[in-house]
């Protein structure tokens, strides 16, 4: 008979190493968002300008996303997640660096190109312990990430406020990140498990469909079901890309802002995500994951207008937080459901991430363009994208597959 309590010991440890690396994911890209603008400042670009350079970054991630999954699946997620870590968080000093466009986007490349590696491995391995512990823990583990966020915003915030340069406080950063990886990796999960093999727990939705993971009529990446999840993965990154990236500039630019309040606006939202994310899994088990996207999806569309209609900090600032408590509940749904797609291995995770890292591709520029005319401000410009992303986040939950 297995010693469960051993195994009970093993499961809690790579928990808390799970939730730590969440956490220091969130803080690690929250350290280089809300100084954006300094680093238009730095390498002498327009906003359209540092909009391409941001694209040509992500472009890394949709690149990464072609290796991803078949490299966590051939050597396992632990060891992705450990080497991938260490070489994201090795380009953080090279952005903070950089003096032209050019060494900008390599910075962003390595960083973003490594992170989708991370990405996939560190949502293995949670959905694993949600699999294990017969209880969900993806909510709260992306609580964590937004709380690695707020940190990281604050820590910018006060860096910012004091003055200290983008290439210390990412140098400094980038120390420290290392130095967490140390406590990570002796705890993770050395095996992963399949989600869809163990008993989950029931919530309205499953108790209506019969359970989790019933297949569907096709389950390829190029399926129905398989475009639904890309959708919602495109619509989830413009969202949660377009609030966070351009919230300093929208504070800023169009409302006059200072530096150190501009900086609030990712803060706010990333904090708004953090609670949301903590409370996500008791408000799903209530009300079953199709009526919590539904929900969120209004409360994103309701925040995007109070954010970019209003020409007030305060009422912006308010339309950031609505925003970020309904972004929060959005990816951590789709990576549940990627988890456990039908068929073969990774297929859920590849359709959702196409959509995902394609739309992170294009949101930075079009933002970028459609701010940088005389015809729109940063808020409009934000509002053309998160509005009809919301809308399309709703019709997915609509969506049947043809019979």
Known sequence: MPDVRTTSEVDSRALRAVAVQ????????????????????????????????LTVGTLASLIGVLFAGRVVARVGSRRVLIYGAVLSIGFLPVIGMAAAPVVLALGLFGLLF?????????????????????????????????????????VTVAALRAGVSVMWQLTVVAIVLIGVLRFVAPGLLR????????TQPATIDTARSGGRGQPTSSSGVFSFAGLVLGVGGAAAMSIEM???????????DDLGAAPGVAGLGFVIFSAAMMVGRLSGDWVQVRV??????????VLVAIGAVLATFVDSVPISIVGFLIGGIGTSVLFPQLYDRAARWPGREGSGFAAMLVGQRGSAVVTPALVGVLANTDALSVGQAMAIVVIPAAVAIMATTFARPPR
């Open 22 to 53: 969440f956490f220091a994911n969130g803080a690690t890209i929250a350290t280089v968002v809300p100084r954006l603008p300094d680093l238009r400042e730095q390498v002498e670009v327009s906003t359209a300008g540092l909009g391409a350079v």
């Open 114 to 154: 490594f992170d989708i590696f991370i990405d996939v491995a560190m949502n293995v391995q949670g959905s694993a312990l949600s699999a294990r512990r017969h209880t969900p823990v993806m909510n709260r583990l992306h609580g964590l990430w937004s709380l690695g966020a707020v940190a990281g915003g604050l």
């Open 191 to 198: 095996t992963d498990v399949e989600p869809e093999t163990a």
């Open 242 to 252: 377009t609030n966070t990236d351009w919230a300093a500039f929208r504070l800023g």
């Open 288 to 297: 079953g994951p199709t009526l919590l996207i539904r929900g969120a999806s």
